[in-house]
C-alpha cells in the first residue's frame, strides 16, 4: 500500500507537468496545426511553403519542376478560353455564352498572380512564418483561463472557415466536372443519341470532340479546375492562418497590458522590464503585419479589381444560364466568390480591429497611481496604438469590411449593366 501510494505520488506531479507542457505546446503552434492542411493544398500545385529551397539544378528540377508543368497545364485552357471570348465576340456570339467562360477565365488570372506572389515571395514567406512561430512559442500562458478561452476560440473559428472553404471549393469542383456529363445524358434521354460536351468553351488546336481527344480534353479541364480552385484556397487559407495568428498575438498582449499594473505588491523596480517586453512584444506583432502587407499587397489589389466583375458575371450565369448543371455550377462559384473576398476583408478588419484595440487596452490599465515618468511611457504607447496596423491593396485601398461594401456595389451596378444588355437581345 504504501508502495502503491508513493508511486502514485509520484505519477501525478509527472503528469500534470507532462500535461500543462503539452497544453502549453498545444495552444502554441496555432500556425503550424493549420499549416499542415495548407501544404495539403499545394502538395500537388508544386508549392512547397516551409521548405529551404536551393538555387541548385537539384532543387530547382525537385521542387519546382510540378509547379512549372502545372501552370503550362492549366494557361492552355486559360488562353484558349481567352481566345475563344475574343472569337466569339468578333463571330456575334450571345452575351450569355460570352460570359459564360469569362468569370472562369478571370478566376485562371486571380490564382496565377496569387500563387506566383507566394513564390516570388518566398523569403518573405518564410520570415513570417518564423516571426509568427517565435511569438507563439514565447507565449506563457500558464493557468490563465482567459488567454487560454482566447486561442481556444481563434482556432475553432479558424477551423470552421477552413473547412467551410475546402468543402466549397469540392462541391464547386465536382459541379463543373459532372455539368457536362449532366448535359450529356440529358441529350441522350431525348435524342438518343451522345453529344459531346465539354465543361468550358476552349480553342483548341484540334477538334477537342472528337472521340480520341475528347478523353484527354475533358480531364485536361477537369485538372486544370482543380489547380484554379486550389492555389486560390491555399493562398487564401495561409492568408486567414497568418491573420488569426496575429490576430490572437494582439488579443493576448491586450490582456498582458490590462494586467500589467496589478492591484496589490507593484514593485516599481520591476515594472520597466515588464514594460519593455511588452514593447517589444507590440512592435514585432506589427512587424508581422508589415510582412504580410508586403506579400499580400499586389495580389489583393489585383482581387479587389477583379471581384466585383468576377461576382458580377457568375451573378449573370446563374439566373441566364437554362442548363440546370451549369446554373448550380455557377451558384457554388458565386457562393466561393463571395465567401472568398469577404473572407479577405473581414480578416483584414480583424487585424485593424485588435491592433487598435491595444490603445483601449492600455487605457484600462490600472495606470492612474503611476508616476508621471510611467504614465508617459504608456501614454506613447497608447497614442501608437491608435494608428492601426493594417493590410492593403497596394495603397489604393484598405483591406476591410468598408472594401468589401464596396465590391458589392459595384458588381450590383455591372450586373444591373448587364441584364439592361442581356434584354434588348432577347426582345
Excluded at 84 to 94: N, P, T, V, Y
Excluded at 297 to 313: A, D, E, P, R
Aim: include cysteine; charged fraction near 20%; charge should be positive.
Amino acid at each position: 500500500m504504501w508502495s502503491y501510494s508513493r508511486q502514485l505520488a509520484f505519477c501525478i506531479p509527472q503528469k500534470i507537468e507532462n500535461f500543462s507542457r503539452d497544453l502549453k505546446f498545444k495552444m502554441s503552434l496555432l500556425l503550424d496545426e493549420s499549416l499542415k492542411s495548407i501544404e495539403f493544398l499545394f502538395k500537388y500545385v508544386g508549392i512547397y511553403l516551409d521548405r529551404t529551397i536551393l538555387n541548385t539544378a537539384e532543387h530547382i528540377i525537385k521542387f519546382r519542376s510540378l509547379y512549372v508543368m502545372n501552370f503550362f497545364w492549366q494557361n492552355t485552357d486559360t488562353i484558349g478560353g481567352m481566345l475563344w471570348i475574343i472569337q466569339g465576340a468578333l463571330h456575334g456570339k450571345s452575351l450569355t455564352e460570352l460570359t459564360y467562360i469569362a468569370p472562369c477565365s478571370n478566376f485562371c488570372i486571380l490564382s496565377n498572380i496569387k500563387s506566383l506572389s507566394l513564390l516570388l515571395n518566398e523569403d518573405k514567406v518564410k520570415q513570417l512564418f518564423k516571426k509568427l512561430r517565435n511569438m507563439e512559442n514565447n507565449i506563457n500562458i500558464g493557468d490563465d483561463v482567459v488567454k487560454k478561452n482566447i486561442i481556444a476560440e481563434e482556432k475553432k473559428f479558424l477551423r470552421a472557415v477552413l473547412k467551410a472553404l475546402n468543402v466549397i471549393n469540392a462541391v464547386t469542383l465536382i459541379l463543373f466536372s459532372v455539368s457536362s456529363l449532366l448535359f450529356m445524358g440529358l441529350e441522350y434521354k431525348k435524342s438518343g443519341q451522345i453529344e459531346l460536351a465539354l465543361p468550358f468553351p476552349i480553342i483548341y488546336p484540334f477538334n477537342p470532340f472528337d472521340i480520341k481527344y475528347w478523353p484527354f480534353v475533358y480531364m485536361h479541364q477537369v485538372w486544370s479546375t482543380y489547380l484554379v480552385l486550389t492555389q486560390v484556397a491555399g493562398t487564401d487559407c495561409l492568408f486567414y492562418t497568418c491573420s488569426t495568428s496575429i490576430c490572437t498575438q494582439f488579443r493576448l498582449l491586450q490582456k498582458d497590458i490590462e494586467t500589467i499594473i496589478p492591484e496589490r505588491n507593484f514593485d516599481e523596480n520591476e515594472f520597466p522590464e515588464k514594460f519593455k517586453k511588452l514593447a517589444v512584444r507590440h512592435e514585432g506583432i506589427m512587424q508581422s503585419v508589415i510582412l504580410m502587407e508586403r506579400i499580400y499587397t499586389k495580389s489583393t489589389l489585383i482581387n479587389f479589381v477583379t471581384s466585383s466583375f468576377l461576382i458580377c458575371l457568375t451573378g449573370f450565369n446563374v439566373t441566364a444560364l437554362g442548363n440546370i448543371g451549369s446554373m448550380l455550377a455557377f451558384f457554388a462559384f458565386l457562393l466561393m466568390s463571395l465567401m472568398q473576398i469577404y473572407l479577405l476583408c473581414f480578416y483584414g478588419d480583424m487585424i485593424m480591429t485588435s491592433s487598435m484595440e491595444v490603445s483601449t487596452a492600455m487605457y484600462n490599465s490600472k495606470w492612474y497611481p503611476m508616476n508621471a515618468k510611467t504614465a508617459r511611457h504608456l501614454y506613447v504607447v497608447q497614442m501608437r496604438a491608435q494608428k492601426p496596423s493594417k493590410l492593403t491593396a497596394y495603397s489604393y485601398a484598405d483591406v476591410n469590411l468598408k472594401a468589401f461594401t464596396k465590391i458589392l456595389s459595384t458588381a450590383w451596378s455591372y450586373f444591373a449593366l448587364l441584364k439592361t444588355m442581356e434584354s434588348p437581345t432577347r426582345a
